[in-house]
């Protein structure tokens, strides 16, 4: 289950004063670069698709954190009964569906990393997830960048990005470029 747009836009305005920066705006880019996307493929629902983009860093609400935004926003989502959402703000960070592969510092528990590390485990990726992973690869605060330059943005901020996700992420773009029969940056 997910919010209606209106209340996952109500959610991210609220959540913005929480941890003011950039990544409402992220998520706004996120949300409308899924929407075009999802548009484009016949059998997907670009309204879905702009709610899971504008939820998936919903975790950012509570704090300047790392991987606690997967395991933040994960929570929320689930006790506001937004499944969908939950997922999506789990998968979003991992194209290669590997914990190890997360860039960034690991600011949770080892108990909460278990269960991030289980919930990840027991997902079985769909289009969806891969949209949302593709577009948080190309949604700049700013708007839309070249997966390529949004990469080596992550690399320069965090000081590395393993080739195996890298590899993913382009991966990823190909296969949407090839549901939509267009290349992305017609697209977006």
Known sequence: MIPKREE????????EPCNPGPWGDHSRVVAACAEKIASACAEMDSE???????????????????????YD?????????????????????FPTQDIVSYIG?????????REVEEALAAIEYDDYDRLIQLCDSVGGAEG?????????DVKRRYGSY?????DKNIEIKRYFENKMGKKLDEVL
Request: proline share 1%; charged share 30%.
């Open 8 to 15: 996952a836009e109500r959610i991210l305005k609220e959540a």
């Open 48 to 70: 879905k698709a702009y709610v899971l983009g504008l939820l998936h860093d919903i975790g950012r609400k509570f704090g300047i954190r790392h991987m606690g935004h997967i």
């Open 105 to 113: 510092n690991i600011d949770i528990t080892q108990e909460e990393y």
């Open 162 to 166: 393993p080739q195996d996700k890298w």
């Open 73 to 93: 926003g994960y929570h929320y989502m689930l006790e506001k009964g937004y499944d969908e959402a939950a997922r999506i703000c789990l998968t979003h960070s």
């Open 144 to 152: 839309v960048m070249k997966i390529e330059d949004r990469m080596n």
